[in-house]
């Protein structure tokens, strides 16, 4: 019969047996999760490449064996890495597949990015997300540069391409992780309501201004259809008719983008012509059927109803970002601002470059950004203003003011703090504590405040229960035994329990102004 120390030992041992197969379990599901992170991307991305390349050459009916240089050199075109054909360097790089490459990095980190991992784990899935499309863009460089004898393309820079990759990835993968964790971010960082209320406005606004640029893409492609049509037509076959279509809905979003910085009031230059809301000056454009909704004529004064947009975005911006406090309001326009103004300038040096001899095809990038950050920031400074002067406002930032004068006029803590918040309160609940007045427990188990175990209040007859259940019945007291006698302790408590109610009620009171 075996012995309680034996048992004891065996089952030591097997909590340890099972520990240790939980622990290499939950290793090696990490390593996997890593490795999809790292390659899932990339195989999805190539395997569609290679479908695509490889179509193109059965309908050209050209042979199989430039088809590795020409996978290679489309995920570095997919990355915006210029490509040199001939001679000739094409640097404006269709965005569509950039931005659905870089959205499934995002999705892939922040999938991987649990709440229970640690800072090291993080890491490990950043620089897994970036890792695995750095291998396959040296691989196709490698590719490129062997295969130069079948296609007639030089080899990029290897500085620019790796910077390319990592860029796109990283930033990718890195808002993924933000975005996963952000709550956590906030309280590490300390970031306010009213920076966060900037950020999701700031985006609000691109959001906005991109989708009326696609609307307005897409009235000009029904209006100027018959051109489209005639570019499209030149591709004489049912082969150049597909590759000249799908050429086009590649763009989109590169013209999107610039038809957007159009309305915000920058000139889109193509070689030597260039469109505005004011001004357009005609000139050669490559053969994209897409271009066809470029207008050959300026619209002279009715190209000011442009700016209505921006303009309308602006004002909607700033009325959400209102706030009692004026400098919460400031601050919340001026992140929506310098936000929208980033990523319009990011969308836009992506979406432009060198096209051979068309020359450089694009916008002014400081032009658009200056621009976007103006239209927010002067509109949200003018409708706080007006927001800030209106009696409304005035009134209830008064009542708060003089609400918090009624309930601490008395407050030894002495707040003065407007914005404090559920982290930031030192009073929750620890007045008992400080003043030891809840210190001794009773042989019952319950707590009754220092120095009163033998005083009137002692739960004799059950008053001390509901005073402690907000029952008491003072009135019944002041009646029967005169307030004078009841104890200053009790008092003080009394006062306690007030100063604590305040403080709950300053706290959503502030709470909800400054959210």
Same mark, same amino acid.
């Given at each position: 019969?075996? =012995?309680?120390?034996?048992?004891?030992?065996?089952?030591?041992?097997?909590?340890?047996?099972?520990?240790?197969?939980?622990?290499?379990?939950?290793?090696?599901?990490?390593?996997?999760?890593?490795?999809? #992170?790292?390659?899932?991307? *990339?195989?999805? %991305?190539?395997?569609?490449?290679?479908?695509?390349?490889?179509?193109?050459?059965?309908?050209?009916?050209?042979?199989?064996?430039?088809?590795?240089?020409?996978?290679?050199?489309?995920?570095?075109?997919?990355?915006?890495?210029?490509?040199? $054909?001939?001679?000739?360097?094409?640097?404006?790089?269709?965005?569509? /597949?950039?931005?659905?490459?870089?959205?499934?990095?995002?999705?892939?980190?922040?999938?991987?990015?649990?709440?229970?991992?640690?800072? &090291?784990?993080?890491?490990?899935?950043?620089? &897994?997300? #970036?890792?695995? *499309?750095?291998?396959?863009?040296?691989?196709?460089?490698?590719?490129?540069?062997?295969?130069?004898?079948?296609? /007639?393309?030089?080899?990029?820079?290897?500085?620019?391409?790796?910077?390319?990759?990592?860029?796109?990835?990283?930033?990718?993968?890195?808002?993924?992780?933000?975005?996963?964790?952000?709550?956590?971010?906030?309280?590490?960082?300390? @970031?306010?309501?009213? @920076?966060?209320?900037?950020?999701?406005?700031?985006?609000?606004?691109?959001?906005?201004? +991109?989708?009326?640029?696609?609307?307005?893409?897409? !009235?000009?492609?029904?209006?100027?259809?018959?051109?489209?049509?005639?570019?499209?037509?030149?591709?004489?076959?049912?082969?150049?008719?597909?590759? +000249?279509?799908?050429?086009?809905?590649?763009?989109?979003?590169?013209?999107?983008?610039?038809?957007?910085?159009?309305? #915000?009031?920058?000139?889109?230059?193509?070689?030597?012509?260039?469109?505005?809301?004011?001004?357009?000056?005609?000139?050669?454009?490559? *053969?994209?059927?897409?271009?066809?909704?470029?207008?050959?004529?300026?619209?002279?004064?009715?190209?000011?109803?442009?700016?209505? $947009?921006?303009?309308? @975005?602006?004002?909607?911006?700033?009325?959400?970002?209102?706030?009692?406090?004026?400098?919460?309001? !400031?601050?919340?326009?001026?992140?929506?601002?310098?936000?929208?103004? %980033?990523?319009?300038?990011?969308?836009?040096?992506?979406?432009?470059?060198?096209?051979?001899?068309?020359?450089?095809?694009? @916008?002014?990038?400081?032009?658009?950004?200056?621009?976007?950050?103006?239209?927010?920031?002067?509109?949200? +400074?003018?409708?706080?203003?007006?927001?800030?002067?209106?009696?409304?406002?005035?009134?209830?930032?008064?009542?708060?003011?003089?609400?918090?004068?009624?309930?601490?006029?008395?407050?030894?803590?002495?707040?003065?703090?407007?914005?404090?918040?559920?982290?930031?309160?030192?009073?929750?609940?620890?007045?008992?504590?400080?003043?030891?007045?809840?210190?001794?427990?009773?042989?019952?188990?319950?707590?009754? /405040?220092?120095?009163?175990?033998?005083?009137?209040?002692?739960? =004799?007859?059950?008053?001390?229960?509901?005073?402690?259940?907000?029952?008491?019945?003072?009135?019944?007291?002041?009646?029967?035994?005169?307030?004078?006698?009841?104890?200053?302790?009790?008092?003080?408590?009394?006062?306690?329990?007030?100063?604590?109610?305040? =403080?709950?009620?300053?706290?959503?009171?502030?709470?909800?102004?400054?959210?």
């Amino acid at each position: 019969m075996p =012995t309680p120390t034996a048992d004891t030992l065996a089952s030591r041992l097997r909590q340890m047996r099972q520990h240790s197969r939980a622990q290499r379990s939950m290793v090696d599901g990490s390593a996997r999760e890593l490795i999809v #992170v790292a390659f899932a991307v *990339p195989v999805l %991305t190539m395997v569609a490449t290679v479908v695509a390349v490889l179509a193109v050459l059965l309908f050209a009916s050209s042979g199989l064996e430039g088809l590795p240089p020409a996978v290679s050199a489309v995920w570095l075109a997919i990355h915006q890495v210029p490509i040199t $054909i001939s001679g000739v360097t094409i640097g404006v790089l269709p965005l569509l /597949p950039t931005l659905a490459v870089a959205i499934g990095t995002g999705r892939m980190a922040a999938s991987a990015a649990a709440p229970e991992r640690s800072g &090291s784990e993080l890491a490990a899935v950043f620089f &897994s997300a #970036v890792g695995g *499309p750095l291998l396959v863009t040296a691989l196709s460089l490698a590719v490129v540069m062997d295969g130069a004898s079948v296609l /007639p393309m030089q080899s990029p820079p290897a500085l620019i391409a790796f910077a390319y990759t990592v860029g796109i990835h990283a930033g990718a993968a890195l808002l993924g992780i933000l975005w996963r964790r952000r709550r956590w971010c906030y309280e590490r960082f300390a @970031i306010t309501p009213a @920076i966060r209320r900037g950020v999701r406005n700031g985006s609000i606004a691109v959001c906005a201004l +991109l989708t009326c640029a696609a609307l307005l893409v897409l !009235v000009r492609l029904v209006q100027r259809w018959h051109v489209v049509g005639d570019l499209i037509a030149t591709g004489n076959d049912f082969d150049g008719y597909l590759g +000249l279509t799908a050429l086009s809905v590649l763009y989109l979003p590169n013209l999107v983008a610039g038809t957007a910085g159009i309305l #915000v009031g920058a000139d889109v230059h193509v070689g030597t012509a260039s469109v505005g809301l004011l001004d357009v000056r005609g000139g050669p454009v490559p *053969p994209v059927p897409v271009l066809g909704t470029l207008p050959g004529t300026g619209v002279g004064t009715l190209g000011v109803i442009g700016f209505v $947009i921006p303009l309308a @975005i602006g004002v909607v911006v700033a009325l959400r970002c209102r706030d009692l406090d004026p400098m919460a309001n !400031v601050r919340s326009v001026a992140v929506a601002g310098a936000f929208a103004a %980033t990523v319009m300038a990011l969308l836009l040096v992506i979406s432009g470059g060198q096209l051979g001899e068309f020359g450089d095809v694009g @916008i002014t990038i400081e032009t658009a950004a200056v621009f976007t950050l103006g239209w927010i920031v002067v509109t949200g +400074l003018i409708v706080a203003l007006i927001h800030g002067c209106l009696p409304s406002t005035r009134a209830a930032r008064l009542d708060v003011v003089e609400d918090d004068d009624d309930w601490f006029v008395d407050d030894e803590y002495g707040y003065e703090d407007d914005y404090l918040t559920e982290d930031d309160d030192p009073y929750v609940y620890d007045q008992y504590e400080q003043d030891d007045q809840y210190d001794d427990e009773d042989e019952d188990g319950e707590y009754e /405040p220092d120095g009163h175990g033998d005083s009137d209040l002692s739960d =004799t007859d059950g008053e001390y229960d509901d005073y402690l259940d907000g029952e008491y019945d003072w009135e019944h007291v002041e009646s029967d035994a005169g307030i004078d006698e009841i104890d200053d302790s009790d008092t003080a408590a009394r006062k306690s329990d007030r100063k604590g109610v305040a =403080t709950l009620l300053r706290r959503g009171r502030w709470g909800r102004v400054h959210r």
